[in-house]
């Protein structure tokens, strides 16, 4: 279990060394996650610019350290930075194209498909029904940063 755990973490740190080479200033990318919220700046309290879902095609205008501030091309007036691992160079094809549920796009974007995952509930003890159940909880943003300023947690490594 643990050679799959460190394997699949060293998966996503080559996909994210690699997205992040891919962001080119002007060019165009997809949004590769279910929603992004474009901000005001890179700072976690930034205000909300706009929202952009799978699949939404963007230009990029700049990319800071691991930030892309961009465009949407389907509506000008929406703009804003996030993290580049938001975005795909591929064009991402989503909707009636697609015979994929919206759980089998969930479970590619961990690196699974069904019967991988129906092979781990078939060897393990764990209890999926508790997993599904906390990823499906949702966190306000209110409540986040309330608790990173009860928290002190924007305060980094400062003591």
């Not at 962001?23 to 005001?40: C, D, H, N, Q, R």
């Not at 091309?73 to 996030?82: D, Q």
């Not at 781990?120 to 909880?137: P, T």
């Amino acid at each position: 279990m643990k050679k799959i755990l460190v394997m699949f973490c060293m998966g996503l740190f080559v996909m994210a060394a690699a997205l992040s080479g891919q962001a080119i200033k002007g060019g165009t990318m997809y949004v590769a996650v279910k929603t992004i919220e474009l901000k005001s700046s890179t700072g976690f309290f930034a205000s909300t610019e706009g929202t952009l879902v799978y699949g939404a095609t963007v230009t990029v205008l700049q990319i800071k350290d691991k930030w892309a501030e961009v465009r949407s091309t389907a509506n000008s007036s929406i703009s804003g930075w996030t993290a580049v691992l938001n975005l795909s160079a591929k064009r991402i094809v989503s909707g009636a194209t697609s015979g994929a549920t919206a759980n089998e796009v969930a479970l590619a974007g961990k690196g699974f498909n069904q019967e991988i995952e129906n092979a781990y509930k078939a060897k393990g003890s764990l209890n999926y029904a508790d997993v599904d159940r906390i990823e499906a909880q949702k966190v306000t943003k209110k409540e986040l940063q309330d608790f990173i300023i009860a928290g002190r947690l924007f305060q980094g490594d400062r003591k």
